[in-house]
């Protein structure tokens, strides 16, 4: 570049740029004099920067779909598609995705699962009736369809961390009342067990440790709906060195989760909570019912152990609060109950015969604030959902007094309560996808089997012996 006059001024020292279109050729001029050359090298040295910085970018995109194999978040929209990602942003939007990947491999360590590929008549035989994968205690079904397809998957057993034995025992519904009946399920398990360690040596040398089963009834792996005779049962033997992932959850000393054990969700299908919520499409949900129950609510014991269901604690909120304008209780069944849950603030989630309810899941979905009546219930994936700040927890003695408790939680923190629960990381959490999204529920699943790798894990302890 030319040496600038010292004479010249200051004005006449900046570059004059004019353009023009000559014979078809661009010209450029600094003082009148051409500089075609340097700004031809300026364009070129932009388009080759764009170029490289597109190809590596959506290099590294393919990269991280074939790694991750879930389903992917929705592309960046760019409304003027002549706007051009800065540099900065750029390498933020990398270093954030590669951050992303690094703490989704390190949450599973490498996991690796095995899963028996068992006669039918233990699982797919069931599905011969279309309420087994749908039902509340279908995440036996869930589990095990999400894990086929999931990359933790192998087919080589040597090389498993963790052997899933796929038996769906909530398949079986009664004739009398259409309710599950897992009277057979103690039989069912010993089968499998036997089958599966006659076949390969994985269940004999851990004695079972690293084998996985899903008990998603009532008392989990005491396989029983009546409490006092699944603690009269207790776990069976059989299972008692393995791990079981199961409904049933307390935070205290009980025989039916005297095992190694993951406390899951129950079953609600994604595809209804989506239809509910593409029910009210056109903006939130107006919450015009302050407090609501559908369910259950004895009047007198009905069943033939002369018991109350739910401890009573259903009827004493029908007694209390039927007449009650605040509350919206229906003894009735009704299919169409979600819609309900998305107009409500407060959803009342009492136990049954067990603790937990399938309304925790629907309520937690469709952004309605649980309000768990169920004394020393052990919640699922606490370390993803953090229950105290989207849930209120009423005392079992204390349901009398809710009319009262709700009205003082609507006037303090209701607005945190409903903030929290509108993250979708907390709903995505409870459910269960086929396939597995990163997040969801068999996720949590996968997480919590690789924290227990260094003690679980016949095929890690072993190499490390070694």
Same mark, same amino acid.
């Given at each position: ?11 006449? &020292? ?18 009148? #004099? ?39 978040? &929705? ?107 897992? =009277? ?58 393995? #791990? ?14 005297? !095992?190694?054990?993951?406390? #899951? ?8 909570? &989506? ?7 056109? =903006? ?10 559908? =369910? ?74 649980? !309000?768990?009546?169920?004394? =020393? ?23 009398? &007094? ?42 949590? !699943? ?21």
């Amino acid at each position: 570049m030319p040496e600038k006059d010292e004479e010249t001024s200051d004005h006449e &020292k900046q570059w004059i740029i004019k353009i023009s279109m000559r014979g078809g050729l661009l010209h450029v001029s600094r003082n009148g #004099i051409g500089t075609t050359k340097s700004f031809i090298y300026i364009c070129l040295k932009w388009v080759l920067w764009l170029s490289l910085s597109f190809y590596f970018f959506t290099s590294f995109l393919i990269s991280l779909e074939s790694n991750t194999n879930t389903n992917k978040p &929705k592309p960046i929209s760019h409304t003027k598609p002549a706007a051009v990602v800065s540099r900065a942003l750029f390498e933020s939007s990398v270093t954030a995705a590669v951050a992303a990947t690094t703490t989704l491999s390190s949450n599973l360590k490498g996991l690796k699962v095995y899963i028996y590929d068992l006669p039918s008549k233990y699982n797919v035989d069931w599905l011969s009736n279309d309420r087994c994968e749908k039902h509340l205690f279908a995440s036996e079904v869930a589990i095990h369809r999400a894990l086929m397809t999931s990359d933790v998957r192998t087919m080589n057993p040597s090389e498993a961390d963790f052997f899933f034995v796929p038996i769906y025992v909530s398949c079986n519904f009664s004739t009398v009342n259409g309710f599950p009946a897992i =009277g057979h399920a103690r039989s069912l398990f010993s089968s499998a067990i036997r089958l599966i360690s006659s076949e390969k040596p994985f269940w004999n040398r851990s004695m079972g440790s690293d084998h996985v089963f899903v008990a998603s009834h009532d008392f989990g792996s005491c396989f029983h709906t009546m409490e006092d005779v699944a603690i009269a049962d207790g776990v069976p033997e059989m299972l008692k060195k393995s #791990i079981i992932l199961q409904t049933f959850g307390v935070n205290f000393k009980h025989p039916c989760q005297d !095992v190694e054990n993951v406390v #899951i969700p129950p079953y609600i299908s994604p595809e209804s909570v &989506k239809s509910t919520v593409a029910s009210f499409s056109g =903006g939130r949900q107006r919450r015009d019912i302050f407090a609501f129950f559908r =369910g259950k609510m004895e009047i007198h014991p009905k069943n033939i152990s002369g018991r109350f269901y739910s401890k009573r604690i259903r009827t004493d909120i029908w007694e209390k609060y039927n007449n009650d304008r605040r509350f919206y209780l229906r003894r009735n069944r009704f299919v169409g109950y979600q819609s309900e849950i998305a107009r409500s603030v407060f959803c009342l989630c009492p136990l049954g015969w067990a603790p937990w309810s399938p309304r925790l899941v629907e309520s937690v979905a469709l952004g309605c604030v649980p !309000v768990v009546i169920a004394d =020393g219930i052990r919640l699922p994936f606490p370390e993803a959902v953090k229950w105290p700040e989207i849930s209120l927890t009423v005392a079992e003695k204390d349901v009398k &007094k809710l009319g009262r408790i709700l009205e003082h939680v609507a006037a303090t923190n209701l607005s945190y309560i409903q903030r929290n629960l509108r993250d979708p990381a907390i709903s995505r959490a409870l459910l269960y996808n086929d396939p597995m999204v990163i997040g969801d529920a068999t996720w949590q !699943v996968l997480v919590a089997l690789a924290r227990r790798l260094d003690s679980r894990s016949w095929r890690r302890s072993s190499a490390f012996g070694q």
